[in-house]
């Protein structure tokens, strides 16, 4: 904190000393039973344990858990298969390595590649 939070924190701190001079000896008194019992809640110390553990010692073999969490697993997964096979089935694949193989191992000229016709004669020239 600096200089100037330092002092604002100082002004309120007054005014509200100033508002508790004005209070009976009851009311003065439930306010620091309060403030007793708040700050025994804070002093207690916390269970070490994951923050998440509440939420799994419950559900723990429970049909909820099975299916809130298996079923968005399954369609996950089949979705991940189902792109693996088409990629894999459709063969396109295939004809990207031989057009490669065909560039690489044909004795053209660097001009031929920058020719605009180039893709319409690798076309035909595949068929």
């Avoid at 508790?20 to 309060?34: E, K, P, S």
């Avoid at 997964?77 to 089935?89: A, D, N, S």
């Amino acid at each position: 904190m600096n200089a100037r939070e330092h002092e604002f924190a100082r002004k309120i701190a007054g005014a509200l000393d100033r508002g508790t001079r004005d209070l009976d000896r009851g009311t003065l008194a439930q306010l620091a039973a309060a403030r007793e019992q708040a700050l025994a809640g804070m002093r207690s110390t916390p269970a070490w344990a994951p923050a998440w553990a509440g939420q799994w010692t419950g559900r723990i073999g429970g049909w909820a858990t099975g299916a809130r969490y298996m079923l968005p697993m399954a369609v996950l997964l089949l979705g991940l298969m189902g792109i693996v096979y088409w990629q894999t089935g459709n063969g396109s694949g295939h004809e990207l390595a031989e057009i490669d193989v065909r560039l690489l191992t044909d004795d053209l000229p660097i001009d031929a590649y920058l020719d605009k016709g180039f893709d319409s004669w690798l076309k035909r020239q595949s068929r």
